[in-house]
């Protein structure tokens, strides 16, 4: 009871609830990744295209207005300067052609050489930018040769240190964070409910199952829905339903079972137990007690042997199945129990079509067509008659026995089917019947892929008809 105890409880962090909340988190977190990543990313490539394009304009321009061979001096070039104005730069540089800054809108470098490598590459022809982001701000570079005639006379280099670019790009990462923790809270909460919401369903299942385990049969489970869940939760009352009707077959087999084998049982005791408690009973008595004692003895065997049948049956074991000609084994049938027929006065007719096969066993179709010849001599009247026909319909084979006996009421037609079941107790065993001969015939054929069934006759008796799938060639086989 303990491991079963145990078996209820699973730790949180193994629970369906906790996989599902932490699957959607993993892709909620997924998602908020890209939300971060990409649009920040995108705007910086933006600004940085935007950037490239400006300042490369505005330094053609100057290198454009610089083009002279009066202009690339300091006097010059700080006149080529004041008259274009001031552009908005953070800096701007004039270089001669070896790199000796020839002005410096910062008043920090003129008369050095200016070691940048976005002016070593200008002067080299070479197209130059460069660009980054930190600190909320954008710093971009880029520098243009200054070219009259073909000449390089020098580079004019700018730069640009822009805080309202840096702080709208912070601006847009500050809102994607908050919309993504806003995110993160509502997904949290959601994925709390939809995985206690499913796993409330698989613990309704769940506890379904545990009720059927220890017993009850007729529980059922209600899932609202048409997901899976729902089918899966209409598979199990299917289920239990099958499991509840082969209990209650179980249940009644054992029941009646039990009062099939206690009746010979009680009456072999009271036998015994008159002739051991009776001190002058006359040999004639003891003879008659001791062949009722061997009568209930063999009673108690058919009902063993039968048992045992029907348990062999249930187990599905395999069996090896042949050819069989059918009108050979209901000879062979017709021979055994032609002694019977005769001692109660009835006739046997037989009409048997020549080289008609099943795939069987002959002991199995033997049994069939001897229980059911058995009873139709049993359970008939002194002076009636039992037909047994043998025919090929199309491609199957259709074996009927039919006589002229009790006959079953039309209510029980149904039932004869079913073990222990009898019409007329009192004269069943009164004919050593046990109730199992039919339930073994329908078994036996199942088990071949036949079918039997039973019908009453009109005005009086029985039919029952056996049905195989005709097994072609069985002769050369």
């Known amino acids: 009871m303990e491991a079963g105890e145990q078996t209820k409880r699973v730790p949180l962090w193994r629970s369906l609830q906790t996989k599902y909340a932490l699957t959607y988190l993993v892709v909620i977190a997924a998602v908020l990744v890209l939300l ?10 933006m600004v940085f295209q935007s ?37 908005g730069l953070s800096r701007v540089l004039v270089t001669g052609p070896s790199g000796l800054v020839l002005y410096d809108s910062a008043q920090r470098a003129v008369g050095q050489y200016a070691l940048l490598r976005e002016v070593a590459a200008a002067l080299g022809w070479e197209d130059n930018f460069r660009s980054d982001f930190s600190q909320g701000a954008f710093h971009s570079r880029t520098a243009t040769p200054i070219v009259y005639r073909g000449m390089t006379l020098g580079a004019v280099y700018v730069e640009e240190y822009d805080i ?10 500050q809102t994607l964070r908050t919309i993504s923790l806003v995110i993160t809270i509502a997904a949290l909460l959601l994925s709390v409910v939809f995985s206690k919401a499913i796993t409330r369903r698989l613990g309704q299942l769940l506890g379904a199952i545990r009720i059927v385990r220890e017993g009850e049969y007729s529980h059922r489970v209600k899932l609202s829905g048409r997901d899976e869940l729902t089918q899966l939760a209409g598979e199990f009352n299917d289920l239990t339903d099958r499991l509840q009707t082969t209990e209650e077959v179980r249940r009644r087999f054992v029941s009646d079972a039990s009062h099939e084998l206690k009746t010979p049982l009680a009456s072999i005791r009271l036998l015994t137990d008159s002739i051991l408690q009776t001190g002058d009973i006359d040999p004639d008595t003891v003879r008659e007690f001791v062949g009722d004692i061997g009568s209930e003895a063999d009673r108690l065997q ?27 084994v209901a000879r062979r049938a017709e021979h ?10 009835i006739s046997l007719s037989m009409e048997l079509e020549e080289g008609v096969w099943v795939r069987c066993t002959r002991d199995d179709l033997y049994q069939i067509l001897f229980n059911l010849m058995e009873n139709g001599v049993k359970y008939n009247l002194p002076g009636g008659k039992l037909w047994v026909r043998v025919r090929r319909v199309e491609d199957r084979v259709e074996i009927t026995v039919e006589d002229t006996g009790v006959g079953i009421p039309a209510e029980d037609v149904d039932k004869v089917f079913d073990r222990f079941y009898r019409v007329d107790k009192a004269r069943s065993r009164a004919a050593g019947g046990t109730g199992l001969g039919l339930s073994i015939v329908q078994d036996t054929a199942k088990r071949h892929g036949g079918t039997v069934s039973a019908q009453r006759r009109e005005p009086e008796g029985t039919r029952f008809t056996v049905v195989f799938p005709l097994c072609e060639g069985g002769e050369e086989e």
């Not at 304009?57 to 010059?76: C, I, K, R």
């Open 164 to 173: 309202f670019a840096g702080q709208f790009l912070v601006n847009v990462q």
């Open 51 to 87: 950037k490239q394009t400006s300042l490369q304009s505005q330094a053609s321009v100057m290198a454009s207005a610089l083009a002279g061979p009066d202009s690339l001096s300091e006097e010059g070039a700080a006149r080529v300067m004041e008259v274009l104005g001031d552009p």
């Open 36 to 45: 971060n990543t990409y649009p920040v990313l995108a705007s910086q490539e």
């Open 302 to 328: 058919r009902i063993t042997e039968h048992l045992l049948a029907l348990t062999r049956l249930d187990a599905g074991a395999p069996v090896a199945a042949e050819p069989v000609e059918v009108a050979l």
């Open 336 to 345: 055994m129990l032609e002694p019977l027929a005769r001692a109660v006065d």
